[in-house]
Antibody, heavy 127, light 108 residues
């Protein structure tokens, strides 16, 4: 079974650091981009950035550039999302998801979609 | 950055009715990278439609997607009780993605 399993809920104080994880199994983890998605309480989904575990190529959404660090350890099929100094506004649910690329028949192009999602990690930042 | 605007914000319908959800992009989007997701309370999102009109594995045929360029539509032909949820469109291009703000389909 293809799945992404995320680390458990975290409660932190402002200014603390944090690293949450997303472990893939059931497929070749190195060959698929992993996206991180934020969902603040009662709000919609926000694309944070993606990483290609095969070579750690990482792309950030402008809103999150410099605010978080996305990394991966391909030896253990795990992607990470990291903060150096948390703020109360980082309180949210964070999802990882696999970005699948499917070739379009008789075409040079590809479909792109987030086809497998982790269960989410709740991060609460409060003094 | 491409902005996706979904409408309406909330759709109040009864089971058995047809739901039509709209997603409009601030600039042209490749159909191959336009997807729709369903999210129920307390759950992770689930892929429904990819490539603007292709159903993901296991998705019932009452769900259909259409559109191109800047205007895309998700249609649920006959609402089942389990379809009441929030729906998001999403696009991916130039190694970045964006989501619409979501449409909540609620029981009337």
């Amino acid at each position: 079974e293809v799945q992404l399993v995320q680390s458990g809920a975290e409660v932190k104080k402002p200014g603390e650091s944090l690293k949450i994880s997303c472990k893939g199994s059931g497929y070749n983890f190195l060959n698929y981009w992993i996206a991180w998605v934020r969902q603040m309480p009662g709000k919609g989904l926000e694309w944070m950035g993606i990483i290609y575990p095969g070579d750690s190529d990482t792309r950030y959404s402008p809103s999150f550039q410099g605010q978080v660090t996305i990394s991966a350890d391909k030896s253990i099929s795990t992607a990470y999302l990291q903060w150096d100094s948390l703020k109360a506004s980082d309180t949210a649910m964070y999802y990882c998801a696999r970005l699948t690329t499917m070739p379009i028949p008789t075409s040079l192009f590809y479909y792109y979609a987030l086809d497998v999602w982790g269960q989410g990690t709740t991060v609460t930042v409060s003094s | 950055e491409i902005v996706l605007t979904q409408s309406p914000g909330t759709l109040s319908l009864s089971p058995g009715e047809r739901a039509t959800l709209s997603c409009r992009a601030s600039q042209s989007v490749s159909s191959s990278s336009l997807a729709w997701y369903q999210q129920k309370p307390g759950q992770a999102p689930r892929l429904l439609i990819y490539g603007a009109s292709s159903r993901a594995t296991g998705i019932p045929d009452r769900f259909s997607g259409s559109g191109s360029g800047t205007d895309f539509t998700l249609t649920i032909s006959r609402l089942e009780p389990e379809d009441f949820a929030v729906y998001y469109c999403q696009q991916y291009g130039s190694s970045r993605g964006t989501f619409g703000q979501g449409t909540k389909v609620e029981i009337k």
